[in-house]
């Protein structure tokens, strides 16, 4: 097995190659490539030194396996390239999502759709991951109706520069800024680019994506995506209205039983989810589960989950490993 991590000097990059060795991902050859500026540098992966290769010298090289993070520019000019000559590319920026010939995947929910025919699986954005991962079992049981939803999102999902901002400004330092404005101590309700419907491009990810991964285009979903001064990951509070009535119990019971999610849900012991617990770990952590007492058949609930992790290079792995499991990754290779 011939793997190549693409962008593996970036943020998400570095995160993927932890997780490869964590869940020990199995591969005979690992490829990091990068782009121009950082061919030749040298990465440590598990006590052994690797200098990162070209875009051109790993397609020649026709590895198993590339899993992207290196923008939709990058993976929309080489992911082809990569596919063309046998690769199967997982990517992780946003230029495949709402490609109806690619897949969306979030294993726990629609790994069981991959074929030998998907070369180039898409990686949903990482708030939707995190969201989709929590309601999946009670959309199943309860069939959701309407979201509406508002993140809290860390600075690491701009990347290395937004970290080295915030750094900067807490020690009164710098004047190279990723936002337009101050991010310590501060709120900007401005993720990604604002559209001409007055939504942020993140927010109306949240939209697409969703209905996308549930196969139900007649969800009502409506987001406001905020960015806030926190490295460890990223906060949702989601309002969900469901079609079907339900008990809270249940509820409760549904979400501990869900794969991938784990309840923090003991308000009157000071136990909630937090982005500071969810740093460094791969689950979906649900809590501040309650009824909304102002409409039907609705419930209120906060997920928080470590946005380079699951939201990017844990979901991108595990995609590979179904792969790998079900023997479609080999099969498509050698087809």
């Known amino acids: ?17 932890e997780v490869l060795a964590e869940r020990q991902f ?22 052994e030194e690797y200098t990162v290769i070209s875009m051109e010298d790993a397609v020649a090289a026709a590895p198993d396996l590339a899993i992207f993070s290196a923008g939709g520019g990058t993976s929309k000019e080489w992911a082809p390239k990569f596919a063309e000559v046998g690769t199967v590319v997982v990517d992780n920026s946003s230029a495949w999502r709402m490609d109806p010939s690619k897949k969306l995947c979030v294993p726990e929910i629609n790994a069981e759709e991959l074929t030998a025919e998907d070369k180039i699986i898409a990686n949903p954005n990482c708030s939707t991951i995190q969201m989709v ?12 109706k309407r979201l509406v939803i508002s993140t809290y999102q860390s600075i690491t999902g701009t990347g290395k520069d937004a970290v080295t901002q915030m750094v900067q400004e807490r020690a009164g330092l710098g004047n190279d800024k990723v936002y337009p404005y101050q991010i310590d ?7 990604d680019t604002f559209q001409e419907n007055g939504y942020t491009r993140e927010e109306m990810k949240l939209v697409h994506e969703t209905r996308k991964i549930y196969g139900d285009e007649s969800i009502g979903i409506t987001a406001t995506a905020v960015r806030v001064p926190v490295v460890g990951g990223h906060s949702e509070a989601v309002n969900v209205t469901f079609e079907n009535a339900f008990e809270m119990d249940d509820v409760r019971q549904i979400l501990n039983d869900s794969p991938g999610v ?17 740093q460094g770990k791969d689950e979906v952590f649900v809590g501040r589960i309650r009824r909304d007492e102002s409409w039907p058949n609705t419930m209120n609930c906060w997920i928080v989950s470590d946005n380079l992790r699951k939201g990017a290079a844990t979901n991108a792995v595990q995609i590979a490993e179904y792969l790998v499991e079900k023997g479609i990754l080999k099969t498509a290779v050698t087809a």
Do not use: W
Request: aromatic content about 4%.
């Open 1 to 17: 097995m011939k793997v190549a991590v693409v962008g593996a000097t970036g943020m998400v990059g570095r995160v993927m190659l």
């Open 26 to 47: 199995p591969m005979d050859e690992l490829l990091l490539v990068a782009s121009a500026r950082s061919v030749g540098k040298k990465l440590d992966f598990q006590g």
């Open 133 to 144: 991962v929590a309601l999946n079992d009670l959309h199943k049981k309860y069939k959701i």
């Open 185 to 191: 101590m501060n709120c900007l309700p401005h993720c």
């Open 262 to 278: 784990k309840v923090l849900d003991k308000p009157e012991q000071n136990v909630y989810p937090m982005p500071l617990q969810s």
